[in-house]
């Protein structure tokens, strides 16, 4: 089991930018790709992003538009999600996660079992 933990959250004026940091436990991080996930109010948790685990690959949820990067520190056990041009409806909180089956499919929840605890991303109009 990976321990993970979510940073960077916070309030913040649409438009502007921000970054969420994922801290891992253990010495096996960099053997396991890594996501982003998010869940807005009343509403189900969805795919943001996606990272292999040597970083060579990255998937997006197209609703992103190109306005998030997801990069990774293995020396670290960190992983980051920028996020650009920030929208209120980006207002979520944001969940870290490990993949731990081997599949290509990358967007479904049903891929990770460890979950961090969630920060609060809070876009004001």
């Known amino acids: 089991q990976v321990q993970l933990v979510e940073s960077g959250g916070g309030v913040i004026q649409a438009g502007g930018s921000l970054r969420l940091s994922c801290a891992a436990s253990?010495?096996?991080?960099?053997?396991?790709?890594m996501g982003w996930f998010r869940q807005a109010p009343g509403k189900e948790r969805e795919f943001v992003a996606a990272i292999t685990s040597r970083g060579f690959s990255t998937y997006y949820a197209d609703s992103m538009n190109n306005r998030v990067a997801i990069s990774r520190d293995n020396a670290r056990n960190m992983m980051y999600l920028e996020m650009n041009s920030l929208k209120p409806e980006d207002t979520a909180v944001y969940y870290c996660?490990?993949?731990?089956?081997?599949?290509?499919?990358?967007?479904?929840?049903?891929?990770?079992?460890?979950w961090g605890q969630g920060t609060q991303v809070t876009v004001s109009s």
């Open positions: 253990g010495r096996t991080f960099s053997t396991y790709a």
């Open positions: 996660a490990r993949k731990f089956t081997s599949s290509n499919n990358y967007k479904s929840q049903r891929d990770y079992d460890d």
